[in-house]
């Protein structure tokens, strides 16, 4: 076995026996460069798709340029979000499924049509996009202390764990995406709060980066995709009996409880 596949294989493990792991690179492979750990995701990818679980689309991650500084990169990461991870709107998330989840509030684009890189732009993003609809993104590190090198939560398909997508589908020409303002809440109270410009000046230039980054592998952005465009809130600490909500202005609102 490739040791890319036995480092898929530890970080699956993690997530379905519900417990923190050390880091790949405190010993596994200090030296995991970016490129290998997309080869290790990729073999996460593989294996479940071998176990019948659906691609529901690629997501970006770490795309505000305040975690960019925070990471020392200069360009966001990706992973996929698969059809058991889905949670429907005003559905519950149970602790016991995950292990130190954080909600993010997002906005999500459904694509129209193929996009393929290199060389897309914001603008083509949005003549290809058929819908776009918010989101409240779960992520969960595999990782003790949700601590990481970059290579480590590329490896570890960028925390992705849990999404609850808002019911309401929008023609991206109705907004100004960069302008939408968007409140996290949990029992009530606003814990976070930003607008679409968070995610790297614009949501749809991160569908662009996306299909850009994807075309390295020769792969796309595949018409039916359902892409989440990354946090333009900061990521907030679930706890049991949490009701969350995310609100966005005249764009809809998606909630669910912690049990
Ligand atoms: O979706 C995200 O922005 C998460 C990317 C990975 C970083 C993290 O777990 O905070
Ligand atoms: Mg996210």
């Not at 409240?136 to 999404?163: G, K, W």
């Not at 764009?251 to 049990?259: C, I, L, R, Y």
């Amino acid at each position: 076995m490739s040791q890319y596949k036995e480092i898929a294989n530890y970080l699956v493990s993690a997530e379905e026996e519900r417990r923190e792991v050390p880091k790949v690179t405190v010993s596994l492979k200090p030296d995991l460069s970016v490129e290998e750990a997309y080869l290790v995701q990729q073999e996460i990818v593989n294996r479940k798709l071998s176990e019948g679980r659906r691609i529901v689309g690629p997501k970006m991650g770490l795309t505000s340029f305040a975690k960019m500084k925070q990471m020392g990169i200069e360009e966001p990461i990706y992973g996929y979000v698969f059809d058991y991870m889905l949670i429907e709107n005003g559905g519950k998330v149970r602790l016991s499924d995950v292990i130190h989840p954080k909600v993010e509030a997002e906005v999500a684009f459904v694509m129209g049509e193929d996009l393929e890189g290199p060389g897309i732009t914001g603008a083509q993003v949005l003549a290809k996009t058929e819908y776009v609809l918010p989101a409240l993104e779960i992520i969960d590190s595999r990782y003790e202390n949700f601590q990481f090198t970059l290579p480590d939560v590329i490896a570890d398909n960028a925390s992705t764990s849990r999404v609850v997508f808002g019911t309401s589908l929008k023609k991206p020409e109705q907004f100004e995406l960069d302008l939408i303002g968007a409140t996290l809440s949990i029992n009530g109270e606003i814990k976070e709060l930003g607008a679409g410009a968070a995610v790297l000046g614009h949501p749809a230039h991160s569908v662009a980066m996306l299909a850009n980054m994807l075309a390295r592998k020769g792969d796309k952005v595949k018409k039916g995709d359902v892409i989440l465009t990354g946090g333009i809130t900061a990521a907030v600490k679930l706890n049991f009996g949490d009701i969350v909500t995310g609100k966005f202005d005249g764009f809809g609102e998606v909630s669910f409880t912690v049990t």
